[in-house]
């Protein structure tokens, strides 16, 4: 099968993107997608904010929805974008590659920037593994993303009980020696729905930016990306629980926190849970409140909905990529 190029579906690599968040002060979002209320939503809520978007696809979406098929409904929102009166550049992204042939694969069946995740090996192993699939992805113009440290909690199969914060005196080395465009660092964010656990009175520590302040300087410019950076919204935790759901004692990384992080060398700010909760709250409210409904578009619509007026609201106000495009 001859490989597909990304350009050829509409698609861009994040260069020129993270060259402008730089400059703006603002970090790009990178919503993550499974099915197509999903990427309906992002496709209109970046359209509609004017906001650059990197679309994601993680190991588990691709087992769930089929690599093929995303890649599908990548050029499909990128026609309805255009569509829409839109001119948004759109990356189509590779969330957490946990090996060398997964980046190549995702590069020769259209992706545009692939991350190759290897933070679990040493140092050494990181840097051998990253820099194999930046050869391949320069090569064919896709852009690269790496991860120095580690984040608490699950990352596709792989999951870490403790933060490993990255080490900013391993930066230059890691940068240099792989040649990657950017770097997802550890600086006490995490994934998933329980990042912080407060006692009554407690609230979220502050993230680590003494730690990307010594990145910043250490790699001035360079394009850094922020996992884990879900908000954890009380309204849609609350609405869970209130409509038959249980979740407990959970909180996220506040907005002002990211705020600050999105004016600084960060770049692009990965938001996945906060999708989930918005969605899962709204199909929650619609089985209680019509327990007779049975037709998905009548709860899986209020949930899109919901999601698109999440990602406005935090393109506008959270990341400042609203009106970029
Ligand atoms: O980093 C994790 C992302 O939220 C993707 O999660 O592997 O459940 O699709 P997933
Ligand atoms: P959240 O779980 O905080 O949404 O993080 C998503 C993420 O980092 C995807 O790579
Ligand atoms: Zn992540």
Redesign the pocket.
């Known amino acids: 099968m001859s490989a597909v190029k990304y350009s050829d579906l509409g698609l861009v690599n994040t260069r020129e993107m993270f060259k402008k968040a730089m400059e703006g002060k603002y970090a790009v979002p990178a919503y993550?997608f499974n099915n197509m209320e999903q990427i309906q939503a992002i496709i209109i809520a970046c359209t509609e904010s004017k906001s650059p978007l990197i679309l994601?696809v993680?190991s588990g979406a691709r087992k769930y929805a089929n690599q093929t098929l995303l890649r599908f409904m990548a050029m499909g929102a990128v026609q309805m974008m255009k569509d829409m009166g839109g001119n948004i550049p759109v990356a189509l992204h590779l969330?957490?590659g946990d090996s060398v042939d997964l980046c190549k694969s995702c590069i020769d069946t259209g992706f545009s920037s692939v991350m190759i995740d290897a933070s679990h090996h040493s140092f050494k192993e990181n840097i051998e593994i990253s820099k194999q699939v930046v050869e391949y992805a320069h090569a064919r113009d896709v852009t690269v993303e790496a991860e120095l440290g580690v984040l608490a909690g699950i990352?596709d199969e792989v999951s870490s009980e403790v933060t490993h914060y990255t080490k900013p005196a391993e930066v230059e080395e890691f940068v240099a020696k792989t040649g990657v465009d950017s770097l997802a660092i550890s600086i006490g964010?995490s994934?998933?729905?329980y990042?912080f656990k407060l006692k009554p009175g407690e609230s979220v520590p502050p993230l680590r930016f003494d730690i990307l302040e010594e990145v910043e300087k250490r790699i001035p410019g360079f394009p850094i990306v922020l996992?884990?950076?879900?908000s954890v919204v009380k309204e849609y935790v609350d609405m869970i629980n209130k409509y038959g759901g249980k979740m407990e004692n959970t909180a996220?990384v506040p907005e002002d926190q990211l705020r600050k992080a999105a004016r600084s060398a960060v770049c692009k700010i990965?938001?996945?849970?906060?999708g989930r909760l918005a969605m899962t709250a709204m199909i929650r409210k619609v089985f209680a409140e019509k327990p007779g409904e049975f037709d998905p578009r009548k709860y899986l619509g209020p949930a899109r909905e919901e999601l698109v007026k999440m990602m406005k609201y935090k393109n506008e106000n959270v990341l400042g990529s609203a009106g970029r495009a």
Do not use: M, P, Y
């Not at 990965?270 to 906060?274: A, K």
């Open positions: 993550n994601q993680s969330d957490h990352e964010t994934h998933g729905a990042k996992h884990g950076a879900s996220g990965n938001i996945d849970s906060d």
